[in-house]
């Protein structure tokens, strides 16, 4: 047993802030939760081998337990912040956007959608994009400027909780979020995209200025 753990991406540290914050912890108990073995003791109770019993009413009833998706606590997220920029890429210079959208509220509810600020997340396909065709990334881009597109920060957040995702989005190719523009140092721009390989969650970055079908996606407001 070793006592260096090491975090396999920015991403999965990511997540441990998020969940950290979500659940209320302060800088003292975070010092509490890594002393001694309290870690070892929660990871006994992932592995299914002991329970968390509440101090008060250990007499009571065992209590029946919603379903996942009916106790998902929102995640609010600055939408206004810079996102995480890939390396070699630049969100400054000519040609660059970030779609500043102040604080969003993302919410995965009962129905099993995403929703941000109370308004349901959907995957747009361009008439272009769809029955076999293909459209240039510059046209698709001006077809996506009268669409609330959703920018990085929101992929971000949410590839830092997967448990917010639609899980109809899993087999359904690549989500870009056009609300971001990257540039690179020859003058390509570029967006990010979620997507999700062998049951892992993941992002990538797609040229602009390539030709894009019907798995390619934008994730946007439905209204």
Known sequence: ??????????????????????????????????????????????????????LKGLQSAPIEQPQLASFLMPIVVDADLNPNTPSGLYLADVGVAHRKMGKVELEKRADGKLYANGVEVVRYLSPSQKSGKAIR???????????KTLNACILDCLYANPQLIPEDWEQAGYTYFWGTRFRDAWGSLYVKSLYCAAGRWDWSCRWIGSNWHDECPAAILAS
């Open 1 to 54: 047993m070793t006592d260096k753990f090491t975090f396999s991406s920015m991403g999965e540290a990511q997540m441990i802030e998020f969940a950290l914050a979500r659940n209320g912890y302060t800088h003292e108990l975070v010092s509490a939760l890594a002393a001694g073995d309290q870690l070892g003791s929660i990871r006994e109770v992932l592995l299914g081998n002991a329970e968390i019993v509440p």
């Open 137 to 147: 990334g510059i046209e698709l881009y001006t077809e996506l400027k009268s669409k």
